[in-house]
Structures are given as structure tokens and as C-alpha cells.
């Protein structure tokens, strides 16, 4: 039964459901989630922390995504991601006026809209005052027009938000996210590597990439730049479910897959999936191929 109650992450009014196990909200800036009860819930320490963690649900349910079962591992990883930057906030609010004002002669008031909950979890923001600036910057930008007593979208800022609606779907790149143990380098090597290039995509492991900084942000980075992300939760890692989680987020295909022996471990929320068994490495690259067209289509890069 849904009753009112803070959100257990920005403390705001929300529906609660007082589940035992695994109690959820319906937050108005966070959207909707839950967790499990009997591992706990990590600790939120300061605002940054609670923007990112609001803001990457918000991602989550923009694409019909549920969070669930959330666990503390996975929040910390989330809040310590390094805070979008203030044009792609920018653009994350463009995208929520552009859904709800349409057109030029749609106006809204700037100051009414930046208290707006669900305007600030999606764009990371703080409070009003970090909703205005994006509100200013689109302005600055020329994506919104101000007629004095209210903001409408321009023709260009329409024009850029229906390019931000495409999403990365030209990009070359498959992001595979699988455990880094060396009983692995033959799956990767006659598995995934071949089987992503067959089907015309450029396969990236972010541990055959050089980069300068920490690796959540690159990882965060690439998953941006892919087209798909294919997620191997053979060994059971955090990191995995994390990934697959945060490319939901973005509306990005996944395809799970699974060494045979291990499907029984999977977490009971994504048992449901159509996962790839693997026997061999190269039944999983054949495999692969004919996921990859069927549901993402043929790369660029593939044989004509």
C-alpha cells in the first residue's frame, strides 16, 4: 500500500510503499526505485552525492527502467561519477521543455519551471538556482527565446533537441563489459572480439584502452560513444550489472550473455533476459553475430 514518506534519497514528499524487504518511492524528484532492505542502504553524505544518485535514476526511468534492488555498491559507485558538464545538464533540460512545450508559441514562466522536481533530478541540479543557470545557458545559447514575461522553445533550440532525441545511434563503437580475469582472455580474444567485428561494430574492453584519469569516468565516457553494450555477467561482477544499468539509462541495447555453467548465479531481476549461453569461444562469436544484426542491425563496417 502506498502511503506519503521522505524519499530515501532527497527527503522530498513521495509516495512509499513499506515493503520489508524491499521498500519503494515514487519521488517527484527521483522518480522510482527500491532497494533491498536486508543488505542496507548506502549512506548519501553530501549534495553531489544526492544529485548523482537522483539524477542516474531519473536516467533509468526516463527509458522505462525501474531500479530495483538497489544495492549499496552500486549507489556508491554511482555517486562518485564526476557531475556532467554544464552544457550536457543544459541539454538535459532542453530535453524535458521540448517534451512538454513543443512548440514556439508554447510559453512558460523560467522561474515557475526551474522548482520544477523532476526538471532538477534529471538535469542534475541542486535547487531552483542550478535549474535557472541551465534555463540562462539554453537562452544564451539561442535554444529558447524570451518574450518578457515568459520563455518559449526557438526554432533552433527544436532543432537541437530533436537531434538529442536521436541518441548515438550512427556510433561504430560495442562496449563489452565482462570480468577482467585471465580464465576470460580466450572468450574475449576468439569470442567477443570477432563476434562484434562480424557483425560490423568496432568492439572496446576499457582495459585495452590508454586513458588519463579514473577509469568510472572513462567507462562512463565509452558507454556514452557506443551503439550497444554487450554485458557478460559470467563471474558475477558488481562492475557488470553497474554498466548494463547505466547503458539502460540511456536507452542503449544490451545483450546479455553468460558462460553456461554460471546461468544459475545470475540476479533473479535480470533472469528474464534473453541471455546468450556460451559453450565455446567461438559459438559465442557466431552467436553474437546474429544477435547484434537481428536486434541492433549490421555495423558499418560489415560485409556487404
Not at 14 to 33: L, Q
Not at 43 to 67: F, M
Given at each position: 500500500m502506498w502511503t506519503k514518506a521522505p524519499c530515501k534519497i532527497c527527503k522530498n514528499d513521495?509516495?512509499?510503499?513499506?515493503?520489508?524487504?524491499?521498500?519503494?518511492?515514487?519521488?517527484?524528484?527521483?522518480?522510482?526505485?527500491d532497494y533491498d532492505a536486508t543488505v542496507g542502504w548506502a549512506?548519501?553524505?553530501?549534495?553531489?552525492?544526492?544529485?548523482?544518485?537522483?539524477?542516474?535514476?531519473?536516467?533509468?526511468?526516463?527509458?522505462?527502467?525501474?531500479?530495483v534492488r538497489i544495492m549499496p555498491?552500486?549507489?556508491?559507485?554511482?555517486?562518485?561519477?564526476?557531475?556532467?558538464?554544464?552544457?550536457?545538464?543544459?541539454?538535459?533540460?532542453?530535453?524535458?521543455?521540448?517534451?512538454?512545450?513543443?512548440?514556439p508559441e508554447n510559453w512558460f514562466v523560467p522561474d515557475v519551471l526551474s522548482h520544477d522536481l523532476e526538471l532538477q533530478g534529471r538535469s542534475y541540479s541542486r535547487d531552483h538556482r542550478d535549474a535557472m543557470l541551465l534555463i540562462n545557458i539554453l537562452e544564451a545559447?539561442?535554444?529558447?527565446?524570451?518574450?518578457?514575461?515568459?520563455?518559449?522553445?526557438?526554432?533552433?533550440?527544436?532543432?537541437?533537441?530533436?537531434?538529442l532525441g536521436r541518441g548515438t545511434s550512427n556510433a561504430v563503437?560495442?562496449?563489452v563489459a565482462m570480468s577482467f580475469d585471465t580464465s576470460l582472455h580466450d572468450a574475449w580474444l576468439n569470442g567477443f572480439e570477432p563476434?562484434?567485428?562480424g557483425a560490423g561494430f568496432r568492439p572496446l574492453r576499457i582495459d585495452n584502452k590508454e586513458y588519463v584519469g579514473g577509469i568510472s569516468d572513462e567507462i562512463i565516457a565509452e558507454i556514452r560513444h557506443s551503439r550497444f553494450v554487450v554485458a557478460d555477467?559470467?563471474?558475477q561482477r558488481n562492475g557488470v550489472y553497474f554498466e548494463a544499468g547505466f547503458a539502460l539509462g540511456l536507452?542503449?541495447?544490451?545483450?546479455?550473455?553468460?558462460?553456461?555453467?554460471?546461468?544459475?548465479?545470475?540476479?533473479?531481476?535480470?533472469?528474464?533476459?534473453n541471455t546468450l549461453l556460451r559453450k565455446t569461444p567461438t559459438e559465442l562469436a557466431q552467436s553474437l553475430i546474429k544477435r547484434i544484426r537481428a536486434v541492433v542491425g549490421a555495423g558499418p563496417e560489415a560485409d556487404p
Open positions: 513521495a509516495d512509499h510503499v513499506a515493503d520489508s524487504f524491499f521498500p519503494g518511492w515514487k519521488c517527484p524528484r527521483c522518480g522510482e526505485f549512506e548519501i553524505k553530501t549534495a553531489d552525492e544526492l544529485v548523482q544518485l537522483s539524477g542516474w535514476v531519473r536516467e533509468q526511468n526516463s527509458v522505462g527502467v525501474v531500479p555498491d552500486l549507489a556508491r559507485r554511482v555517486m562518485r561519477r564526476r557531475m556532467p558538464l554544464l552544457l550536457d545538464r543544459a541539454d538535459m533540460a532542453l530535453a524535458i521543455i521540448a517534451e512538454r512545450f513543443q512548440r545559447e539561442g535554444n529558447l527565446r524570451n518574450g518578457g514575461a515568459g520563455c518559449s522553445l526557438s526554432i533552433r533550440g527544436i532543432l537541437r533537441a530533436e537531434t563503437q560495442g562496449f563476434g562484434i567485428r555477467y559470467t563471474g536507452g542503449l541495447i544490451i545483450i546479455p550473455t553468460c558462460r553456461e555453467d554460471e546461468i544459475g548465479k545470475l540476479h533473479f531481476d535480470i533472469k528474464h533476459l
